[in-house]
């Protein structure tokens, strides 16, 4: 049972549009919400995160939107250029070091 | 500083053969984790450790083995390698919870 889902699988943005990438959880458990952001080849990087105490986290054009009620969070790129193009996964932690559970990725595309 | 690192790159295997992974950072951090990543799956957590001489469980650690004798080296091992094994395999560390830092990871096939 995947603990942490992710929608959409894949997603098709133009150039300076928003990109929105939601997941969603069970467990109330968890306490950390973190994003990555992976290029082919290579690992996978921390983009932004959140704890659930907040409902917005900012940091330049990327946003997490959390919704604790919901159970849901979401990611949004602002003004989408071809160099966000990448695979991104949402994750989730419950005071556990290291004790991630990960949504199965979104692939971008930003066209230019 | 290197980071995190791991070797091999790439590697093929036949079923039944055995191997380690290697991982390695250099930035003192005591949580380590082994991740396996596949299409349409994400990444599942193998086995992780909050310390040297102190392994546990992730999500999905059957026909893997870890031991972690030093704070900068996290081996994993396979001791009889499958097909369903063939995956993607990163090693990533952190010193809190808040920031894993990952390695470029070992693709592995086993035919």
């Known amino acids: 049972q995947q603990q942490v889902k992710q929608s959409p699988q894949s997603l098709i943005v133009q150039k300076g549009g928003i990109s929105i990438i939601n997941c969603a959880y069970e467990?109330?458990?968890?306490?950390?919400f973190p994003w990555y952001q992976q290029f082919p080849g290579k690992g996978p990087a921390l983009l932004i995160a959140?704890?659930?105490?907040?409902s917005e986290k900012k940091e330049g054009r990327f946003t997490i939107s959390f919704n604790k009620s919901a159970k849901q969070f979401s990611l949004h790129i602002m003004d989408s250029q071809p160099g966000d193009s990448a695979t991104y996964f949402c994750?989730?932690?419950?005071?556990?070091?290291?004790?991630?559970?990960f949504g199965s990725g979104t692939k971008l595309n930003v066209k230019p | 500083n290197a980071g995190v690192t791991q070797t091999p790159k790439f590697q093929v295997l036949k079923t039944g053969q055995s191997m380690t992974l290697q991982c390695a950072q250099d930035?003192?951090?005591?949580?380590m984790s082994w991740y396996r990543q596949d299409p349409g799956m994400g990444l599942r957590l193998i086995h992780y450790?909050?310390?040297?001489?102190?392994?546990d469980q992730g999500e999905v650690p059957n026909g893997y083995n870890v031991s972690r004798s030093t704070t900068e080296d996290f081996p994993l091992r396979l001791l009889s390698a499958a097909p369903s094994q063939t995956s993607v395999y990163f090693c990533?560390?952190?010193?809190?919870?808040?920031?894993?830092?990952f390695g470029p990871g070992t693709r592995l096939l086993v035919l």
């Open positions: 990533a560390s952190s010193m809190t919870q808040e920031t894993q830092y």
């Open positions: 467990n109330t458990a968890f306490d950390y």
């Open positions: 959140i704890r659930p105490d907040v």
């Open positions: 994750a989730a932690s419950k005071g556990n070091f290291n004790k991630f559970y």
């Open positions: 930035m003192n951090h005591e949580y």
């Open positions: 450790s909050v310390g040297a001489g102190i392994t």
